[in-house]
């Protein structure tokens, strides 16, 4: 289990950033955020490449999953739409364990900031239809349903102690 990587999968505001910084605190493990990775990599904003086109930035997505799943040992905090394209879920999967953070869209609601996330310019309705959209390629994609309503603290210990039951 100590090789394989701990990825989250989650819509955007589902905690993934915060939770595995925690998690790789915890374990002592190297932590990668995807969509740093992607920014850093690509010399680009995520923005920036989604007023090119979506699918500009899915396929660059897709590249740095083919670069993640080289990796061992790392905490991987994933963009909400990595799992639109399975060719990304199967190279997480190489060498990953795909939890999916599940927190209630009206918890998200309350906690993100609209105007920063380019897919929810239009309003945070646009939430509840992306987890319609999404929902059951999330639990396709995991190996762990994860629910994200209560503390961190909580949340993080229920990924680590499942680690420790495979």
């Given at each position: 289990m100590l090789?394989?990587?701990?990825?989250?999968?989650?819509?955007m505001g589902s905690g993934k950033t915060t939770i595995s910084k925690l998690i790789a605190e915890k374990l002592n493990r190297p932590l990668i955020d995807m969509d740093d990775y992607i920014v850093e990599k690509f010399q680009m904003t995520i923005n920036e490449m989604f007023d090119i086109s979506e699918d500009?930035?899915?396929?660059r997505e897709t590249q740095c999953c083919q670069d993640m799943a080289r990796l061992s040992g790392y905490v991987i905090s994933t963009g909400g739409g990595v799992i639109k394209r399975k060719k990304n879920v199967e190279l997480l999967k190489q060498n990953g364990i795909i939890f999916y953070l599940d927190r209630p869209i009206s918890l998200i609601v309350d906690d993100v900031e609209t105007s920063t996330r380019p897919l929810?310019?239009?309003?945070?309705?646009?939430?509840y239809r992306l987890d319609e959209e999404r929902r059951q390629l999330y639990l396709d994609a995991c190996d762990y349903h994860i629910i994200n309503d209560s503390s961190l603290e909580e949340v993080t210990n229920k990924i680590i102690n499942k680690i420790g039951a495979r």
């Open positions: 090789d394989k990587n701990i990825i989250l999968v989650g819509i500009y930035f899915r396929d929810l310019k239009e309003g945070a309705d646009k939430l």
